[in-house]
């Protein structure tokens, strides 16, 4: 493995590493207005959530390291404790892209990628009409973590008020992530589109005592074609079922019959992959028993 002391390293080649490491990271659309009245909007990928009682999310402004100077949206929150975060759907990725040039302090940014600014009602910056979440904040604290290149500053920030965009909506009042279609930054100029076939559903109970890897069959663990998420699946059940159970689960199956009647193990671990990865826990665990007392 390539190991990296931060010490030993320039900081924008360790800069890169972080970045393409801890990805996708979602992306703040901070809009901030300065004291003379100038809009100014700029992208943010050092950026969660944080706390939801309070409400706080948190993005972090860095030194530019080629100069080890500071953004506008920095002074602005500095100076008037205010911002708005909007989210960034694929729909106007190339425009918050554009947004992110480094204009200087007196050009608007709205003006030039084209969004539209839309009047908040608790805080003077503007919100972004085009973005399907605007989040109205107040700046609770600022805090530097360093004064080289490269260092952040974390501005905590609590939501006053938040707009959601009904069209992004589900029948029961949620966020569809297909819908909102949100965009997260990676390393260099690679971006992943959260929604479509990127998105997969993963259910796992926090409550439920799952058996555990240490709970399963040994021949399941020496498998060379169940994978560590094929055995993470199995492992995160409470039991699994016993020979008799199995066979009853897949009494109805007949690619499941005629490979056990086979006694092949390894046909057996390959559909126990398969039906894993069509998500039929139920019948895979099953067959995963008969596979493991045939091994």
Known sequence: MLTIDPTQIPTKDLHQFILGAVSPRPIAFASTISTDGIPNLAPYSFFNAFSSNPPILIFSSNRRVANNTTKDTLKNVEDTGEVVINVVPHAMVRQMALASIEYGPDVNEFVKSGLTPLSS??????????????????????????????????????IVLMHISESVLNEKGRIDPHKIDLMGRMGRF??????????????????????GFDGL????????ILTGNNLGQLASLTALPDEAAARQILADDPRAQMLMARLSPIDMQLYVKELLDQGAVEKGAALAVLAGRKS
């Open 217 to 224: 069959p040994p021949a399941l663990l020496q498998s060379h």
């Open 190 to 211: 690679y971006y992943v589109r959260a929604s479509g076939t990127a998105i997969e559903e993963i259910v796992q109970e926090v409550t439920s005592m799952g058996i």
């Open 121 to 158: 009602e608790r805080v003077k910056p503007f919100r972004v009409a085009e973005s399907p979440v605007q989040m109205e904040c107040t700046v609770e604290q600022i805090l530097p973590l360093g004064e080289g290149g490269g260092a952040g500053n974390l501005i905590i920030c609590r």
